[in-house]
Each structure stands twice: as C-alpha cells, then as structure tokens.
C-alpha cells in the first residue's frame, strides 16, 4: 500500500479540522495515511510517497523552521504538495501585490514595514475611511490582526508596536461587507472547482474562523464570483508555474473605487488552509481523488 503523510500541528484541540475525513477515501484509493506534526523530530521521509501539508497552524510562530522542515520533505524521495516552490510564494502575503500585477482584483493595502505611532493616522488618510485592518504578511488564524476604529485606535498603539515595531505588515481599509454579508471562500483541487462556503464572524467581531465564533454555510456561487475566482487560480498557476493540488480562495464584497460592487482577493491560501470537508459530503473523495490523479501523472 503506498504510504502518505498528512503534515500537521502537535496539538489540534483548540481547533477545527477535518483531515480525518481524508482517510476513508484515500484509503479506498490504495493510501495508507499517517498524520505527523511538523515539529515532530527525527521523521525519516523516505518511508512515504508523499506528504500533504494540511493543518500545521502553528508555522507562523517560526516560519523560518517550518520552511526548513519542508525543505527537508522535498530533497527527499516523498512528494510535498503543495509544492516548496509554492509555499515559498504564498507564505509572505506580499504575493498579493504579484496577484494584482496579473490584474486580480484585491482588497486595496499599503505595504509597511517598522509600525511607529505617528503613522496610524496617515493609513486612515491614505484610505479616506473610518476603520482599518493591520495584520502580519506572515499569519494564519487571524493572529495579530487588529480591527481599528479611528477614534479609538490610539489606545492600541503599544500593541502595535509590540506586534509590528521591527516587522513587516500590511495595511487595509475594513470592508463592511464582511460583517453585512461575510467572507467568500471557493476551493479547488488539481484545478477543479469544488465547493464554496461564506462565512460570518459573531457579533461585535471581524474573524471569520470557526474558533473564533465565525459561522459557516454551504453556498451556490453566483456567475461573477465563479468567473473572477477562475481567473484568480489561473494567476496563481501562471506565477508559481503550476496548479496547486489544492487552493482556497477568499472573497468580499467590496465597493470600487467608482463606487460600485465587485468582488475582491482577500487571500489565495495554498499552505495550510482548512478545506472544509465537512461542508460538502463529496468534497474529501474530490481532494483524494485529485490527489490519486497527481501522483499516477
């Protein structure tokens, strides 16, 4: 039986994952499985066939390590999907800035480096608005990302310079929408369409995370949403100069610069997002049959 290893965190109690709903059908497709944090120590990765990095949710707390043990899996024999090549690209959220060269639609961002407290009223000049998001280019869940309003911003500067003084962070105006409406999500396997969800924070919250209160629900895109995220995965192909075993792509609705409404790239999340098997029963046969299909080919 060929042999695959689901890469994931040491402890996953404080979260919401589904792998095991991978086991089942890779199985059927002849797939032994074995889930192994990415900080577990003397792996020998030879002794698999590949490697699918899904739920390590703690890399952002020292990216430089978890790139290393990725570089690890790829000079060995085990195939790592995604690729290095990919994560590399998609680690730093600057790949956004790529993304918009190629004409994708994203959120509007200043890209900032050394957060200092006279700043803060410049970046709600520069987007004319109200309210702000400053996060982390390097981040998953949401951590270190800060919801400001204007009139109250100031009483989280220590905060920020404790989170953002000597790194590098992002800039973006907050968009209602996602509080009004939600957040977009559409996956793909092996370039296919999947599934899509929107999901809503709680209330009095932004973060559309499962552990952070966000709910969920299953979803039939409409045409425009469809057409742009196809167009967005193809970007996303092109600039990496390949297509992902596995890609999620986040959406809001947000209002143009000729004030009408478009759809715009929050994230094209190719690491280690959730995929969300839970919300379409077919979805887990989709991603183990995608990957079935990549490692005959």
């Known amino acids: 039986m060929k042999s695959c290893a689901i890469l994931t965190m040491d402890n996953l109690s404080d979260f919401e994952c589904y792998d095991n709903l991978l086991i089942p059908p890779l199985a059927e497709l002849g797939w032994q499985t074995e889930l192994i944090s990415w900080r577990a120590n003397n792996i020998n ?26 570089e690890q899996i790829e000079q060995s024999s085990a195939v790592l999907l995604n690729s290095l090549t990919t994560v590399k690209w998609n680690i730093d959220k600057v790949y956004l800035k790529s993304l918009a060269q190629r004409h994708v639609n994203i959120v509007s961002t200043l890209w900032c480096s050394k957060f200092r407290a006279e700043k803060l009223n410049t970046f709600f000049k520069h987007f004319n608005c ?23 911003a100031e009483n989280v500067t220590e905060q920020l310079l404790s989170v953002f003084g000597e790194s590098e ?40 995370q499962e552990e952070h209160g966000g709910r969920l629900k299953s979803i039939e895109p409409e045409a425009d949403l469809l057409s ?36 715009a790239l929050m994230e094209a999340e190719l690491i280690e997002p959730s995929l969300y098997f839970n919300m379409d029963d077919k979805a887990a046969q989709r991603f183990a049959k995608a990957f079935n299909e990549r490692m005959v080919n």
């Open 45 to 70: 990765w030879q002794c698999y066939d590949a490697v699918i990095i899904r739920s390590p949710w703690d890399y952002q707390d020292d990216a430089s390590a978890f790139i290393s043990v990725l």
């Open 130 to 152: 109200q309210q702000l998001v400053i996060k982390p280019r390097i981040s998953a869940n949401a951590d270190n990302t800060f919801w400001l309003h204007q009139n109250t």
């Open 169 to 208: 962070f992002m800039v973006q105006p907050f968009i209602e929408s996602v509080i009004s409406e939600g957040e977009f999500s559409l996956f793909y396997f092996n370039g296919s369409y999947s599934h899509a969800i929107l999901k809503t924070p709680k209330e009095n919250d932004f973060r559309v």
């Open 228 to 263: 742009q995220a196809q167009e967005t995965l193809l970007a996303v192909g092109q600039q990496v100069g390949e297509m992902p075993l596995y890609a999620r792509l986040d959406f809001v609705r947000a209002v143009s610069l000729d004030k009408s409404q478009q759809f």
